[in-house]
């Protein structure tokens, strides 16, 4: 059982360049979230999903875009890389089950903007 | 919306003895408060959560309580050891729903040997 899996783990970019990051979950989860996390400022949510073919922004929505194609697959998209994205972005999921169920992350990509 | 806060930013404990970490809250619909231990370039693990309906919850070496009446939460550590090093956020929900969560910027607890 992985869990939630993150691609890539790495990647440096040159600013205006676009790229995908890729989160599956093998969980049957509904909901899955995207979250930035940077120095000092916690995990700030960036868009998120409550199942397949929804999404919706979060906290720090700007100069991302997301899609839900498939329940198991959540992709964040990057269409102009700017040194301000440079970041560790990590993605995660949970059930839509009873009241409150916990988020499980994945490993998180490393993200540098030059 | 939502507005977490973490205290202390940064926890120096002997090993053996207990830390703390308080967490406060601004919104009173809140009802579900995780933890998650952080360790250097890992993914935020959930360590134990506490919901509305329930004072106190313990699991082993780790107990979370929670004042709905101050709103604030805080994590128990006891018998600390050099693993339990590592980055401390505590979140709660958002009312919206959604199973969203408003994320503290973090307690780093140092065990010391």
């Known amino acids: 059982n992985a869990g939630v899996t993150q691609t890539p783990k790495f990647r440096v970019l040159k600013t205006g360049q676009s790229m995908t990051l890729l989160c599956a979950q093998d969980?049957?989860?509904?909901?899955m979230y995207w979250y930035r996390q940077d120095p000092g400022m916690g995990l700030r949510l960036i868009h998120y999903?409550?199942?397949?073919?929804?999404?919706a922004k979060g906290e720090v929505p700007d100069g991302y875009n997301v899609s839900r194609l498939k329940k198991q697959n959540f992709l964040l998209g990057l269409e102009s890389a700017a040194p301000s994205q440079t970041s560790v972005y990590f993605c995660?999921?949970?059930?839509?089950?009873?009241?409150?169920?916990?988020?499980?992350f994945g490993d998180g990509t490393r993200l540098s903007i030059l | 919306g939502e507005n977490v806060e973490q205290h202390p930013s940064t926890l120096s404990v002997q090993e053996g003895d207990s830390a703390v970490i308080k967490c406060t809250y601004s919104?009173?619909?809140?009802?579900?408060f995780p933890w998650y231990k952080q360790e250097l370039g890992k993914r935020p693990q959930l360590i134990i959560d506490?919901?509305?309906?329930?004072g106190e919850k313990k699991d082993q070496r780790i107990a979370v309580t929670l004042n709905k009446t101050a709103k604030h939460f805080s994590l128990h550590i006891t018998e600390t050891q050099p693993e339990d090093s590592a980055v401390y956020f505590c979140?709660?929900?958002?009312?919206?729903?959604?199973?969203?969560?408003?994320f503290g910027k973090g307690n780093q607890v140092v065990v010391i040997p």
């Open positions: 999903s409550v199942g397949e073919g929804t999404t």
């Open positions: 506490i919901r509305s309906n329930v």
């Open positions: 995660a999921s949970s059930s839509s089950g009873g009241s409150n169920q916990p988020q499980h």
């Open positions: 969980m049957n989860h509904e909901y």
């Open positions: 919104d009173s619909a809140s009802n579900y």
């Open positions: 979140a709660a929900t958002l009312p919206a729903g959604n199973n969203r969560l408003a």
